[in-house]
């Protein structure tokens, strides 16, 4: 269930160029939480009251036992330069956990993650709990640069099978992460993705091809987070033609069937 709160930052660092991790106290927000949920949150009034509106940023991090979150974002603007100007001590004010999380279907046994840029963020959480739940994993990250493949090193300790792409070469292939996918599909049960419309429009043709379903986490720009403003809605598919509806990324999403979604609509 959704609350208000505001709580302490216990850590802030920059782990690659204007991308930073936030460590939060927040053992209410935790212990409902589920992968793929995120947080509206907004600086409180110690550095300044504008620009007036809350931040959607995805859940990167949670652990149950010390109540404790993460969250990785990147700089784009006055809101998120706000908040990268905060440090140990200082407090945020959080409305969370928001939307829906990931699911994980019973015949989700051998799995395809496929992450692009800020999209690995929210899909660290589903990767701990399918690596919890014995389900066989391939992981796809793709990024500019190095700096770009988040929770890169937290990975490579994972038991799962890890493939890297940046566009510059600097890490795994050289090249768009897409490139790598065909193969990893043939024979998967599911997918999951996160990042940019034109990748996870490339992931949903492949997938198709193949007759893979699964999950896509939407990032929409937001208002209010409640559904009321319909700021974030975005195109879905029902039915079996060429129908289609707006949904809200916030409260109906921002998780939904990869299948289903009409990407650049």
């Known amino acids: 269930m959704s609350q208000r709160v505001i709580k302490e930052i216990l850590s ?13 106290d927040a053992p209410e927000i935790v212990e409902g939480a589920k ?12 550095i300044g009251g504008d620009p007036l509106l809350r931040r959607p940023i995805s859940i990167n991090d949670m652990d149950k036992d010390s109540g404790e979150l993460s ?14 100007r905060l440090s140990k001590g200082d407090k945020v004010d959080i409305m969370g956990p928001i939307g829906k999380g990931f699911s994980i279907p019973k015949e989700a046994r051998k799995v395809v993650v496929v992450g692009g840029g800020m999209g690995i963020a929210p899909l660290y959480p589903i990767v ?68 940019p419309e ?17 999950e896509a986490s939407l990032e929409e720009r937001m208002g209010c987070g409640t559904g009321a403003c319909l700021s974030c809605v975005c195109k879905i598919k029902v039915g079996t033609k060429d129908d289609w509806e707006y949904k809200k990324t916030c409260t109906q999403g921002p998780i939904f069937p990869v299948e289903e979604v009409i990407f650049n609509g």
């Open 128 to 195: 701990k709990e399918l690596l919890n739940k014995d389900r066989e994993i391939t992981l796809f990250l793709g990024g500019a640069d190095e700096g770009q493949l988040l929770n890169l090193k937290d990975y490579e300790e994972m038991d799962l099978e890890l493939k890297t792409s940046t566009v510059d070469g600097s890490h795994g292939y050289k090249g768009f992460v897409t490139d790598l996918l065909e193969e990893a599909l043939d024979g998967a049960d599911y997918i999951y993705t996160c990042g």
């Open 198 to 214: 034109g990748m996870m429009e490339v992931v949903q043709e492949k997938a198709k091809k193949l007759g893979v379903k699964g």
């Open 71 to 84: 969250i990785i974002y990147r700089v784009l603007g006055r809101g998120t330069e706000l908040l990268s």
């Open 12 to 24: 802030q660092e920059e782990i690659a160029p204007k991308h930073f991790k936030m460590v939060i």
């Open 35 to 46: 992968p793929g949920q995120f947080l509206h949150l907004k600086w409180v009034d110690n």
